[in-house]
């Protein structure tokens, strides 16, 4: 049901699970009240991350049940530093707790320069053990991918060596734009859409997430 799919730039995994395809059905409608998108956002996020941490690296240990001794499955290795783009990746965040509820959570925030239209940071709060966590960052709508691309570029100068991408929704375009630059972060996504319109919105995508989370509009 999930199609891991390597292009020309890197790896898209696109879970395709009818529970996940249902709910992002639900999350596009226009006539999804607030509380249900928020609801439906968390809900897909913890089902994307499912699949964002299948290969998380596990080992055998010995345990005791109330009956007798066997061994069992534990995640080992590094543990998972979550980073929600502001501000709606901080949509996002809930869900992967609850799967993660040990992960150390990190704040990226970016807003466009009118002039050069780069990405600039204004504010930036990273677990200060980042480099031995893998990164988990949270962007709902993959778009031009420019803030994405800058966020990784980010959590990498703070030391991560191992960053993969939650979105709900990508553009061929953003994806093409993080994969330039960051070829080996893997990008898990509910959808890959058509592309952009004029102002960078995805078609058909859902809207303006934050917008939808938050009631803004
Ligand atoms: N951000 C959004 O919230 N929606 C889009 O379609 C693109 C960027």
Excluded at 142 to 157: D, F, M, P, Q, W
Excluded at 194 to 210: C, K, Q, S, T
């Amino acid at each position: 049901m999930t199609g891991a799919e390597l292009t020309m730039s890197g790896t898209v995994v696109v879970v395709r699970h009818p529970l996940v395809q249902h709910k992002l059905g639900l999350l596009r409608d226009v006539t999804t009240t607030t509380q249900m998108f928020r609801q439906l956002v968390n809900e897909l996020t913890l089902l994307l991350t499912y699949e964002a941490t299948k290969d998380l690296a596990d080992e055998e240990v010995e345990i005791e049940t109330p009956l007798e001794r066997t061994t069992a499955r534990r995640i080992s290795g590094k543990k998972v530093a979550v980073c929600p783009i502001l501000r709606a990746g901080v949509g996002m965040l809930d869900g992967v707790l609850s799967l993660v509820p040990g992960a150390r959570v990190g704040f990226i925030g970016l807003f466009r320069d009118e002039e050069t239209l780069e990405p600039v940071e204004y504010y930036v709060k990273l677990p200060g053990d980042i480099a031995d966590r893998d990164v988990i960052l949270l962007d709902p709508m993959l778009a031009t991918g420019n803030s994405t691309a800058a966020a990784i570029e980010i959590v990498k100068r703070a030391g991560a060596t191992s960053v993969r991408l939650i979105a709900l929704i990508a553009a061929p375009e953003g994806i093409a734009r993080v994969h330039r630059d960051h070829p080996e972060v893997t990008i898990v996504v509910a959808a890959v859409d058509r592309g952009l319109n004029e102002v960078g919105y995805i078609l058909p995508g859902l809207g303006d997430a934050g917008d939808r989370l938050y009631g803004t509009k």
